[in-house]
């Protein structure tokens, strides 16, 4: 059990507790084996079981968090869920090309097997915060697990890219749902100062996943089989579910029925949303691959989607009674230039885990595992460095050294990827990338904490729901903006070379289709060429990604620092052995006992 309050210095002007209790009714959860107070004499006095408002507040200033077994467990269990979200969000990327072989079918086809998870991931992740306020986290926890491991089975069994769609779909709507509900969950359980180093570790398994993903991929594709892919997040899956059953204990009581509480949820506003952003992300993701950016086909959607955005806001902040989106979140200018910064990380974070690997393919020659090793410099940095600036956060209650490093770091490491090229040697990438991978793994765990500091405590679940559906955001709208940049400069360098003119179009379509038209050539001028094209155009894209980071370094001025060690407020904390002390109640009984 892990409930905790700040510990005032008791004396001087800094004594009073008006800091760690808000004049609000409050319950607080208090283990009974980790009851603490601050003076030791006092612990055999007999008259203290009278709880006086004195006394009792000075026990619970005492308190510090201190997790047990069970935090751990639950912990774990949540870490397990994470790691199948991060595995089967890339694991498919590099099998893609067996896949098409294996069903005969197009590149288009399989293009929107990778997509459709990106796109129902980010869509759904905003109601499933609003649905676990409804009908508490637990439960909503299991429909999204239930969602996953169904869409896995639909794709394992599948004989076509149709019924893969549908799994890979519903995959996302689940793994949306994971992404988001373990990091509000983190937050209903450990206490904003602590907070960092377990977000860090959260960061890290989603790291370390995201990486080994596509080797898993590969192997599975080319030694076993695509269909193992899928298969391999059943058993995870399972362990995971067995874990949040058993372990992870939340309080959430409520006395209304199942009906009254579908009649809370913001059917409208939710189907609003989850349309518009769709109608949005499907042209950005389609676009210059399928069709051209200014093809109807792409900017109908994209103008549908935003006026729908447009639409959304006003119904949510006028009509909606319980609106699925709390515009509180966004009350000052630290949450929104958070929400911004997270933004920028997901579409750079997401740039180099997409074209960072089909660098080392295409330009270094190496096959699709082998792509995967060497992206470790850069991605096995992230975990880590969020580790440790989470812990470092949690010592010093400071957040905003975080950021401003975090995203220097971010800028010089993009900045610096420019010096990439085809005859750039093992030992020159390998120290390349480690900036940009420490730069980002520094961001995760800082802006992670900034966001619920700036947040009252009453929309912290919304708070965190936002933090990572920005970030996947980013992540989708990543892709897009590097893949545009990318298809421009490849075809203007393309036709400079006489050789591959007549084919610059249809060679700049597609980045991760060339690297097979790559490997296919012989080697000669025609593909020397070719490469050193590939390359150059991978410049402008870290080139603009370094541009972004430092945009996103200047909005660092309008941060600002607010205190970690306040009290754990939430409704649906970690339960455990406990006993319940409700300040405000006993402070009016010993009143009464007075008057």
Do not use: C
Request: aromatic share 12%; no cysteine.
């Amino acid at each position: 059990m892990s409930t905790y309050t700040p510990t005032p210095k008791l004396g001087g002007d800094d004594s009073t507790l008006s800091s760690a209790f808000s004049p609000e009714k409050r319950s607080l959860d208090i283990p009974q084996d980790q009851l603490a107070v601050s003076n030791p004499d006092n612990n055999n006095n007999d008259d203290n079981n009278n709880s006086s408002p004195d006394s009792i507040e000075a026990e619970t200033a005492g308190l510090i968090f201190s997790p047990d077994w069970r935090f751990y467990l639950a912990f774990i269990s949540l870490s397990v869920v994470t790691m199948a979200a991060a595995l089967d969000a890339t694991s498919l990327s590099v099998a893609l090309p067996i896949m098409a072989q294996k069903l005969k079918g197009t590149a288009i086809e399989a293009f929107w097997s990778g997509t459709s998870f990106l796109v129902t991931s980010t869509v759904f992740q905003p109601s499933y915060a609003a649905l676990s306020h409804i009908f508490g986290r637990k439960p909503v926890i299991f429909v999204a697990l239930m969602l996953f491991a169904v869409g896995a089975i639909i794709a394992a069994v599948a004989n076509n890219f149709t019924v893969i769609l549908v799994g890979r779909s519903l995959q996302g709507i689940g793994a949306g749902g994971i992404i988001s509900l373990t990091e509000i969950v983190v937050s209903d359980m450990v206490p904003l100062k602590e907070r960092g180093k377990w977000f860090g570790f959260i960061s890290g398994v989603w790291a370390i996943g995201s990486v080994s993903g596509p080797i898993i991929g590969g192997a599975f594709a080319q030694n076993v089989s695509w269909r193992w892919i899928f298969w391999i997040n059943i058993p995870i899956i399972g362990v995971g579910s067995v874990m949040v059953f058993f372990f992870l204990k939340l309080q959430h009581t409520s006395a209304e029925s199942f009906a009254k509480q579908l009649a809370r949820i913001d059917w409208f506003g939710s189907f609003l949303f989850i349309a518009s952003l769709t109608s949005i992300l499907v042209p950005l993701s389609w676009g210059g691959v399928m069709y051209n950016w200014d093809h109807w086909r792409t900017l109908v959607p994209l103008i549908l989607g935003f006026v729908g955005i447009i639409a959304f806001i006003p119904y949510e902040y006028y009509f909606a009674k319980e609106p699925m989106v709390r515009f509180s979140i966004f009350r000052n200018w630290t949450s929104r230039v958070v929400y911004f910064q997270t933004f920028m990380h997901g579409i750079i974070l997401w740039s180099i885990l997409y074209y960072a690997p089909i660098y080392y393919e295409a330009v270094k020659d190496m096959s699709p595992i082998m792509a995967g090793v060497a992206v470790f410099p850069e991605t096995f940095t992230v975990a880590p460095a969020s580790i440790v600036v989470g812990i470092l956060t949690s010592l010093t209650g400071k957040y905003r050294w975080a950021l401003w490093s975090g995203w220097i770091l971010t800028t010089l490491g993009m900045g610096i990827l420019y010096l990439e090229d085809v005859h750039t040697s093992t030992v020159a990438w390998i120290f390349l990338n480690l900036v940009p991978g420490l730069g980002t793994g520094i961001l995760f765990a800082g802006m992670g904490i900034a966001i619920p500091a700036a947040a009252n405590p009453k929309d912290m679940g919304h708070a965190v729901a936002f933090y990572s559906f920005f970030r996947t955001l980013g992540q989708g709208v990543g892709v897009a903006i590097s893949g545009s940049i990318f298809q421009n400069e490849i075809s203007k360098k393309l036709s400079a070379y006489p050789l591959l003119a007549p084919l610059a179009e249809q060679y700049s379509k597609d980045a991760a289709g060339l690297v097979q038209v790559i490997k296919s050539m012989p080697h000669g001028l025609e593909r020397t060429q070719l490469v050193q094209a590939y390359a150059d155009s991978l410049k402008i894209v870290w080139a603009v990604m370094a541009g972004l980071a430092g945009a996103a370094l200047l909005t660092n001025f309008f941060v600002k620092a607010y205190s970690l060690d306040v009290a754990l407020d939430t409704e649906q904390g970690f339960a455990g052995k406990k006993k319940v002390v409700d300040v405000e109640k006993t402070k009016s009984d010993g009143e009464k006992g007075e008057a």
